[in-house]
């Protein structure tokens, strides 16, 4: 299994950013997938997560109403797409699926500053 993150860097506040999970290493549409993240002193928090199949998705109270979390089976990616940043988004950014157990990815940096 290996999830590789990508789309993080330097946001500014009431920018958008997009991420990306490229996914491998398991049958990816049969799997839900979720993000996470972690900024620094702080617990790692779900920020959304979408099912296998339908799309149906749910969001933590950080992802709520700014972020979207879509699928491309196809590619076997998984996007966040992130809007109306604040310093509060500051944090490193995690894929995740559980399959008999949690895989991770490496992690990507989104930092939101003027």
């Known amino acids: 299994v290996q999830l590789v993150e990508s789309g993080g860097g330097l946001g500014q506040p009431g920018g958008s950013l997009r991420l990306s999970c490229a996914a491998s290493?398991?049958?990816?549409?049969?799997?839900?997938m979720s993000w996470y993240r972690q900024a620094p002193g702080k617990e790692r928090e779900l920020v959304a997560a979408?099912?296998?199949?339908?799309?149906?998705?749910n969001y933590g109270d950080s992802g709520k109403g700014r972020f979207t979390i879509s699928r491309d089976n196809a590619q076997t990616t998984v996007y966040l797409q992130m809007n109306s940043l604040t310093p509060e988004d500051t944090a490193v950014y995690y894929c995740?699926?559980?399959?008999?157990?949690?895989?991770w990815g490496q992690g990507t940096q989104v930092t939101v500053s003027s």
């Open positions: 995740k699926v559980r399959l008999l157990r949690n895989y």
């Open positions: 290493g398991f049958t990816f549409r049969s799997y839900a």
């Open positions: 979408i099912t296998s199949v339908g799309g149906s998705t």
